[in-house]
Antibody, heavy 117, light 107 residues
Framework: EVQLVESGGGLVQPGRSLKLSCVAS????????MTWIRQAPGKGLEWVASITNTGGSTYYPDSVKGRFTISRDNAKSTLYLQMNSLRSEDTATYYC???????????WGQGVMVTVS | DIQMTQSPASLSASLEEIVTITCQASQNIGNWLAWYQQKPGKSPQLLIY???SLADGVPSRFSGSRSGTQYSLKISRLQVEDIGIYYCQQASSTPWTFGGGTKLELK
């Protein structure tokens, strides 16, 4: 069974940093791209960052580029999101997702809440 | 960026009714379109990818189609467990973008 378990969320002041983790199990982690997607309270879904299966390439929307860094440790089957210079508009539930094909998200974690205030 | 415009924003329907949700892309995205369902208090789940392909375990009452740059999700016979918010997502080019969502409720 595929499982994605996020951790590391919490309350943080504007301008500070936070690092999210996602431990994957139930599949061969190093075969898949991975992605972070967020959802502000009561709002829709926003793509945040993606990383190739080897970690060799990363992708970001302009809203987080230069502030967020996605990375992975394939030996530990763990995905990370380093978030710097946090803003109130980064307040959201962050989901770790597995990428299937080109490009959709077939498994989602339970989500972790980040509050910037 | 490619904009994905979903309609309606909310929808109330009866059990066993046919429900259709549409998603308009601001430019050509081919068949690079996915649909997700988010039940109350839960994480989103993949329903359909590649415009028409059902994800594993998704009931056959769900189907997807395309006409030009307009994409549709159809539920052939609405069930109680189908209540939630539905999102489309384009996978044609970055930034990968989602529609604003359609909230489906029971009448």
């Amino acid at each position: 069974e595929v499982q994605l378990v996020e951790s590391g969320g919490g309350l943080v002041q504007p301008g500070r940093s936070l690092k999210l983790s996602c431990v994957a199990s139930g599949f061969t982690f190093n075969n898949y791209w991975m992605t972070w997607i967020r959802q502000a309270p009561g709002k829709g879904l926003e793509w945040v960052a993606s990383i190739t299966n080897t970690g060799g390439s990363t992708y970001y929307p302009d809203s987080v580029k230069g502030r967020f860094t996605i990375s992975r440790d394939n030996a530990k089957s763990t995905l990370y999101l380093q978030m710097n210079s946090l803003r109130s508009e980064d307040t959201a539930t962050y989901y770790c997702t597995r990428v299937k094909g080109y490009i959709h998200f077939d498994y989602w974690g339970q989500g972790v809440m980040v509050t910037v205030s | 960026d490619i904009q994905m415009t979903q309609s309606p924003a909310s929808l109330s329907a009866s059990l066993e009714e046919i429900v259709t949700i549409t998603c308009q892309a601001s430019q050509n995205i081919g068949n690079w379109l996915a649909w997700y369902q988010q039940k109350p208090g839960k994480s989103p789940q993949l329903l359909i990818y590649g415009t028409t392909s059902l994800a594993d375990g998704v009931p056959s009452r769900f189907s997807g189609s395309r006409s030009g740059t307009q994409y549709s999700l159809k539920i052939s016979r609405l069930q109680v467990e189908d209540i939630g918010i539905y999102y489309c997502q384009q996978a044609s080019s970055t930034p990968w973008t989602f529609g604003g969502g359609t909230k489906l409720e029971l009448k």
